[in-house]
């Protein structure tokens, strides 16, 4: 069974542009959570999406979005790029939205705002 | 709101040397609780898991408890490998969240 797929792996952008960040799940998982880890502030919750409807959301602001397709498929999207914004984000599938679910996490994708 | 304390790191132990690193949570329901590790350049893999009190999780000679009373569950292995040297992530699940500590890095000498 293939994991979770992240593309692409590395990105680089310009201050004030925008980025969308791709992330297929594990055959069968319908939850998506996605993850920002830095090193000053670790590992911080953005948002989960399950069955196309965003269900949780972390303390981020407007410029962090996303989606989720019919086929569990995500898309995460952050507007006018800032340089804090670097950071490798963390894609996890689950095969349900619940307390007690494993998340499984994807390599992740390295932003570098520049 | 949900936290978690790790111990600080670095580790730097010698191969065969017992390893624990400390983790203490606060949260305000009944969450499960993890640990995960990562690999240079890699995403988080699940190491280990304990859904209610007195549960002991274990994987690859690591193991933890759930201790309900002393809010912590600690990452324990009896002999340690080169192998084993990666970063260390407690975490716990509630709300339909993972709520991460600050991460451990271990390494370990041959």
């Known amino acids: 069974k293939a994991g979770v797929t992240q593309t692409p792996r590395y990105l680089i952008k310009t201050r004030g542009q925008q980025v969308t960040l791709s992330c297929s799940p594990i055959?069968?998982?319908?939850?998506v959570s996605w993850y920002q880890q830095t090193p000053g502030q670790g590992l911080q919750f953005l948002f989960e999406?399950?069955?196309?409807?965003?269900?949780n959301k972390g303390n981020f602001p407007g410029r962090f979005s996303g989606r989720q397709f019919s086929n569990s498929r995500s898309e995460m999207n952050v507007s006018t790029l800032e340089l804090g914004d670097s950071a490798l984000y963390l894609c996890?599938?689950?095969?349900?939205?619940?307390?007690?679910?494993?998340?499984?996490f994807g390599q992740g994708t390295r932003l570098t705002v520049v | 709101g949900d936290s978690v304390t790790q111990m600080e790191g670095p580790v730097t132990l010698s191969e065969e040397a017992f390893l624990t690193i400390n983790c203490t949570y606060t949260?305000?329901?009944?969450?499960?609780l993890f640990w995960y590790v990562q690999y240079p350049g890699e995403g988080l893999q699940l190491l280990l898991k304990?859904?209610?009190?007195?549960d002991k999780g274990s994987n690859k000679g690591f193991e933890a408890t759930y201790r309900k009373e002393t809010t912590s569950f600690h990452l324990e292995k009896g002999s340690v490998q080169v192998s084993d040297s990666a970063v260390y992530f407690c975490?716990?699940?509630?709300?339909?969240?993972?709520?991460f500590g600050s991460g451990t890095q271990l390494t370990v000498l041959p």
């Open positions: 949260a305000t329901g009944y969450p499960s």
């Open positions: 304990a859904t209610k009190a007195d």
């Open positions: 055959s069968g998982h319908r939850s």
């Open positions: 999406y399950f069955s196309e409807t965003q269900r």
């Open positions: 975490a716990l699940s509630d709300r339909r969240q993972l709520t």
């Open positions: 996890a599938s689950s095969p349900s939205s619940g307390l007690n679910t494993e998340a499984f």
